[in-house]
Every structure is written in structure tokens, then in C-alpha cells.
């Protein structure tokens, strides 16, 4: 025998089912946000992979369904939890969402002969009930954030008609006069600024002599919402923009708005006065 000797290489299959998973994405341009946020969700075990992807490893109650590829009993129904995404380079606003889990796993049709890729195969890939969908969950930048020189950049201010004190994590919207489209949305941090971008705007020259070369013009409002309960919440109390954006028609909600023309390239800066 060789002073080497022998190393033995031990080999264990191990199974494990995630139950869900999401993606965090950029108000500003629609891309997923690959560098990782801090987490907490709760006793949900929630953990970022190199892709920028969550993924709800456990939760309560639901041990029996990860252990397992081919999980005991029947498939639970999906509920709800609450998390919390903070970003320590403080580009991004924290925020706190609803997510959904354990979410079904689809059955993978066999591929017919001679069929790459297989449709069936594809669609299920991308059915957004499933595990292969990720849930996603938007970010919305601080005032402070880079945009990009063709980008219609809109700043805006959401202050208190009396005090002039900036309102909290107002949301805002962009909508197209044209179809009544929302084309961005925003929130403003904790001293009231916001900022909202919209992106991809066609161009056309520009005649006026000033100015860049090209130009695009479109009519739009702006629109500031705001919940007058934020003012009750606790110091450090953070906000789940969501509450407002599914239910904007709430009567309770304070709100101003004004039509502006956006044009690629522009930047405007606005101010919401709102009686909180």
C-alpha cells in the first residue's frame, strides 16, 4: 500500500422541497435586483441564493413538505406571510410585503418526439402559480438614486398643506392621459421626496435650437396618495406600499394630483400639498 493510502468518497442523496420564492425588482427600470437585501420574515426560513432569488426554505407548520421530494400527505394550500427587505446601502427604501407559500409544484409533461422545447414544458415553467415563477416584490429607490440621461425623471415633494412638514411614504403614480395607463410608480421616503422615472419614451428632433437633439413630449398626471394612519405609526414603523396601491380608491386617503407634459431626457420637480 502506497503512504497515500486510501480515501474513501462517500456519496448521500438528499431531498428537499423549497416552498416558495421571490424576486426583488426596481421601481425605476423593471430589473430584478440581484444584489441581496436583509430579510426577516418572521419563523418563515427565508434565504437569498446568488441569483438574487428568496427562497421560503420553511415555514410553520410545513416541515413534512421540505424534508422530501415527494412531500407527505396532500399539497397545503398557499398563505400568506409577512416580510421585511431593507437595503444596508440605503439605495433602496425598506419596505414590508406579502408573500405567498407553500406554492404547487407543477406535474412536467413528458416531451413529445421531436418537439424542443416542448410548449406544454414551457408553460408550465412559467405559470406564475408555481415554484418556477418567482413572486415579485418592487423597490422603489430613494431620492437620492442614479438615473439615466434619456430617463423622464419626475422629483417630487409630498408635504402637509399646514406645517409644510414632509408626508411619509406617500405613493405615486404616473398615468398616461392618452389611455389612463400608469407608467411609474414611486414613494416618497420619510421626509416626503419621492422620485419616479419613466423610461423609453420614443424620441423625436428636436426644432427649438436648446436643449438635446432629441425630444418626446407626453401628457400626463401625477398623483400623490397618502394614508393619514402612517402619522400614528411608531417610530421606525416601516410601510408596505401595497396597502395603498390595492386600494387607491379608499376614501380615507388624502390625495392631489397635476397634468404635466414629460418629455425623455427632462426633469421636473413637483410639489403635493395635502391636507393630512
Known sequence: MSAAGFQAVWQENVDRRVLSAFVCI????????TRPMAVTAGTWNVQPNRSGIYVVFDGP?????????????????????????????????PRRAEVQAPVSVP????????????????????????IFDP???TLYPT???????????????VTDVNSGQGLPYAVLQVTRQSDGIVIATGQSDGNGEALLAVIGLSVQANTSGTG??????????VAAIFDPSVLTQPSGWIPNPDDIL???????????????QISSGQQLNLSFAIAS
Not at 77 to 89: H, I, M, Y
Not at 108 to 123: L, T
Not at 148 to 154: D, E, K, L, R, T
Request: aromatic content about 6%; hydrophobic content about 40%; cysteine-free.
Open 107 to 130: 406535474a412536467i409533461p413528458a416531451s413529445p418526439g421531436g418537439v424542443v422545447p416542448n410548449p406544454a414544458v414551457v408553460a408550465a415553467l412559467k405559470d406564475p402559480t408555481t
Open 26 to 33: 426596481d421601481a425605476l427600470t423593471g430589473s430584478s435586483i
Open 61 to 93: 407548520g410545513l416541515d413534512p413538505q421540505t424534508n422530501q421530494f415527494i412531500p407527505a400527505g396532500a399539497w397545503p394550500a398557499a398563505t400568506s406571510f409577512e416580510v421585511t427587505l431593507q437595503d444596508a446601502q440605503q439605495r433602496y427604501q
Open 212 to 221: 438635446p437633439v432629441t425630444v418626446s413630449t407626453v401628457a400626463v398626471s
Open 246 to 260: 390595492n386600494d387607491v380608491s379608499n376614501p380615507s386617503f388624502k390625495t392631489s394630483s397635476q397634468p404635466v
Open 135 to 137: 413572486q415579485q416584490v
Open 143 to 157: 431620492a437620492a438614486a442614479a438615473t439615466g440621461p434619456s430617463w423622464a425623471v419626475i422629483r417630487a415633494s
